[in-house]
């Protein structure tokens, strides 16, 4: 251990067992080490991060006691519930255990948790240990959770077809559509689970992987109702170093492919981690994007078509038809995509992490939204930062091949590109000395210390 000997102050970090949650709370870690700080996370079994990853980082594990037939994405919630019951007790021994280390492990200043983690504050609390909740969401997304409850009362839900482009009342600029409203019915466990992860109980302050230049008002108004400090200080992906933080195994062959292709010509195409989509889709993506002649970069995850472990379900001809022109991967190293110039844009499902990759590299999107918080981001990035073209509801070749079109070599593309581009400059303002973000994290790492 890189401080054995010497006194250090540590703080532990609890990510919530999914990709796109573990890789903002790394990189926050990887922030934090920078700044002096040591680090130790605590995980599940399920889903364990690589620790060869962040050799500089202590890893240890939590048995979670999470039966194999009930990890799927179908169960999110339960999965995260049963973490919950489960974790707290092997939490608050993995922590005692460190404290009566304290001697090789130095002190805890702080427990940073994921918001869906929420054990971790009670074990937290009774070692009388300092909180705090990582959001790794948009603060939109918060907002439009917790108004669940009020358009469940006012009788909005099951939400009818005939008012999905109205705009939700007191949710501006949001339309019902873009609501984090899974199927038919909200089943009480999800209510239960946002009511736990939107209380902050007694942790001492709210940490966002968001920035003031994107969400400056629903940021003011959260920060008007919560106690405690609000620390918006993303994006995570701009300011941390860069490094892997993988679940996946990274083919990077496809970085040789794009060194080939002509200046912002290739449409990187991925749905993130955990979203998938019916065969029919798959299908129509796959005539979409052959027939749009744009070059394209495509992760085609296993598990992303529904109710199959198949991994080679393009349609007959497809490879055929595009030779050289497409490059199809099942895991990217996707912050390398981005920034590379032959990158001219995202077809994304606009998991939050992809979202703020995207705006950091200045790489304009098309918006496909798989399931909850994506709805609300793909709401912001086509209606408010006009960063982005949404599909339609038909998702259909003819309207893939003409969205693809549109962004990358009509005119609307251009001026899509040019306002990321300025978003993507206030981006950078805001992480460097006298910016919000750069004030943020001076602020929190004064709280922690
Ligand atoms: C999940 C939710 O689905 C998402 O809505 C929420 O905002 C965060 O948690 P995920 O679907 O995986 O995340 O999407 P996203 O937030 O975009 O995170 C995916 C991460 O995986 C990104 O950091 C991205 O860079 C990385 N990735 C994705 C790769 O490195 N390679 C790939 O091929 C695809």
């Given at each position: 251990m890189e401080e054995q000997g010497q006194k250090c102050r540590r703080v532990v970090l609890v990510p919530c067992p999914y990709q796109g949650h573990i890789t903002p709370m790394l990189q926050l870690g990887s922030i934090l080490h920078s700044k002096g700080l040591s680090i130790t996370v605590v995980h599940t079994q399920f889903n364990s991060p690589n620790p060869s990853l962040r050799p500089e980082f202590d890893f240890r594990s939590l048995p979670d006691g999470v039966p194999?037939?009930?990890?799927?994405?179908?169960?999110?919630?339960?999965?995260?519930?049963?973490?919950?019951?489960?974790?707290?007790?092997?939490?608050?021994?993995?922590?005692?255990?460190?404290?009566?280390?304290?001697?090789?492990?130095?002190?805890?200043v702080c427990i940073i948790y994921d918001e869906l983690m929420y054990f971790s504050e009670a074990a937290a609390n009774q070692l009388k240990l300092k909180s705090m909740?990582?959001?790794?969401?948009?603060?939109?997304?918060?907002?439009?959770?917790?108004?669940?409850?009020?358009?469940?009362?006012?009788?909005?839900?099951?939400?009818?077809?005939t008012i999905l482009h109205d705009p939700v009342p007191w949710l501006h600029p949001l339309r019902f559509k873009d609501l984090p409203v899974p199927g038919i019915q909200i089943s009480e466990s999800l209510l239960?689970?946002?009511?736990?992860?939107?209380?902050?109980?007694?942790?001492?302050?709210?940490?966002?992987n968001t920035t003031d230049c994107l969400e400056k008002s629903v940021l003011t108004e959260l920060q008007q109702q919560c106690q405690v400090p609000n620390f918006p200080l993303g994006p995570l992906p701009k300011i941390a170093p860069s490094s892997s933080s993988g679940l996946f195994k990274e083919?990077?062959?496809?970085?040789?492919?794009?060194?080939?292709?002509?200046?912002?010509?290739?449409?990187?195409?991925?749905?993130?981690?955990?979203?998938?989509?019916?065969?029919?889709e798959l299908v129509e993506m796959a005539w979409g994007l052959a027939n749009s002649k744009q070059p394209f970069l495509w992760v085609v995850r296993?598990?992303?078509?529904?109710?199959?472990?198949?991994?080679?379900?393009?349609?007959?001809?497809?490879?055929?038809?595009?030779?050289?022109?497409?490059?199809?991967?099942k895991w990217a190293p996707q912050k390398e995509v981005l920034a590379h110039s032959a990158i001219g844009g995202f077809w994304s499902h606009c998991g939050w992490n992809s979202v703020l990759e995207s705006i950091c590299e200045g790489v304009p999107m098309i918006c496909r939204p798989c399931f909850g918080d994506q709805w609300v981001n793909a709401g912001y990035v086509s209606q408010v930062w006009k960063i982005g073209l949404e599909?339609?509801?038909?998702?259909?070749?003819?309207?893939?091949?003409?969205?693809?079109?549109?962004?990358?070599?009509?005119?609307?593309?251009?001026?899509?590109?040019?306002?990321?581009?300025?978003?993507?400059?206030e981006i950078e303002l805001s992480i460097t000395k006298g910016g919000s973000s750069y004030k943020s994290l001076s602020e929190l790492l004064e709280l922690i210390n």
């Open positions: 194999d037939h009930i990890i799927s994405t179908a169960n999110l919630v339960d999965t995260i519930a049963l973490i919950n019951v489960n974790c707290l007790a092997p939490f608050r021994k993995c922590l005692d255990q460190m404290m009566e280390q304290h001697g090789q492990y130095g002190e805890i909740i990582l959001r790794t969401t948009s603060a939109a997304t918060l907002t439009a959770r917790v108004a669940i409850f009020r358009l469940k009362e006012e009788g909005y839900i099951p939400l009818k077809d239960q689970l946002i009511t736990n992860m939107y209380k902050i109980r007694t942790s001492s302050a709210v940490i966002w083919d990077t062959s496809c970085i040789a492919w794009l060194n080939n292709q002509a200046h912002k010509s290739v449409i990187y195409v991925s749905l993130g981690s955990i979203a998938s989509i019916d065969n029919r296993p598990t992303s078509i529904n109710g199959t472990e198949e991994t080679d379900l393009l349609p007959e001809g497809f490879k055929e038809a595009v030779g050289e022109n497409g490059c199809i991967v599909l339609g509801n038909k998702l259909d070749r003819e309207e893939m091949e003409k969205t693809v079109r549109r962004l990358m070599v009509e005119k609307e593309g251009g001026e899509i590109r040019h306002r990321i581009k300025n978003l993507r400059k």
